[in-house]
């Protein structure tokens, strides 16, 4: 039999907390699990073209 996957849900609200620093907090089979971005930037760019990017609106530049 395959591993069972769990799954993370997030609200559009959930997404903006962690664009803006925040953490958000789950309980997922028991377990709390928080989720944040990385507090490090990554070493490549992205390579990816994405249709939809988040905007700095303080530095207006984009995140990725």
Known sequence: M????EII???END???IV???EVLLEISGKKVKIRQS???GIA???FVRTNRVMNTV???FEY
Do not use: F, H, Q
């Open 2 to 5: 395959g591993e069972e996957t």
């Open 9 to 11: 849900v997030l609200s």
């Open 15 to 17: 997404i903006a907390r």
């Open 20 to 22: 803006n620093g925040e």
């Open 39 to 41: 507090y490090m930037k």
């Open 45 to 47: 760019a992205d390579m």
């Open 59 to 61: 530095s207006n530049t």
